[in-house]
């Protein structure tokens, strides 16, 4: 870890914000209890632009969490993961591995979404021809949904890293 930090609270979504920066990681929290709660993406979809987040980022506890298994530990009940079929461990092993040729169409361009996003947002903004593949496959609501999701995968995957966090966990 890179700061000094003393898990002394109970809960495993405690961090170091909340005794160095309590109001930001509040919201910071907050939002990530959102896109769990709220999503409105298949979940394989949502779990496919997950996990090419956390492949960018780096982020060990990412790479390992399972939100159909996991999102309990959030005091989660339901959320996105009553949004259809959930994935497999194959699912995940073959993500980690870089083989995309188990996904179908929409999951395909949910992964390389949330890649492009997490490395290459200017170049994502400016692609016509990804945005005229993604407006074929995806609603507005739906690529708003998928950009905020990545978005805050973005953010707190990349906070934990940074900050070290990610080396270890019970999840």
């Not at 009940?77 to 092993?93: H, I, L, M, R, S």
Request: hydrophobic share 35%; charged share 25%; aromatic share 10%.
């Amino acid at each position: 870890m890179r700061i000094n930090f003393s898990q002394d609270n109970d809960s495993l979504m405690a961090g170091p914000g909340d005794i160095y920066a309590k109001e930001i990681a509040g919201a910071g929290n907050a939002f990530s209890y959102a896109i769990y709660e709220h999503s409105k993406l298949p979940l394989r979809v949502f779990e496919a632009a997950r996990i090419a987040t956390a492949i960018v980022n780096g982020c060990e506890i990412c790479k390992n969490w399972q939100s159909k298994r996991d999102i309990k530990q959030m005091g989660i009940k339901g959320g996105v993961t009553n949004n259809g079929e959930a994935p497999d461990n194959q699912f995940y092993k073959n993500l980690l591995e870089g083989d995309l040729s188990h996904l179908n169409t929409k999951e395909l361009i949910a992964f390389k979404f949330a890649t492009t996003m997490g490395t290459e947002p200017k170049q994502l903004s400016k692609d016509n021809e990804f945005w005229s593949e993604i407006k074929s496959t995806f609603t507005d609501a739906e690529i708003t949904d998928l950009t905020y999701c990545t978005a805050g995968w973005m953010g707190m995957g990349r906070v934990a890293h940074v900050l070290g966090l990610d080396g270890s966990c019970d999840i």
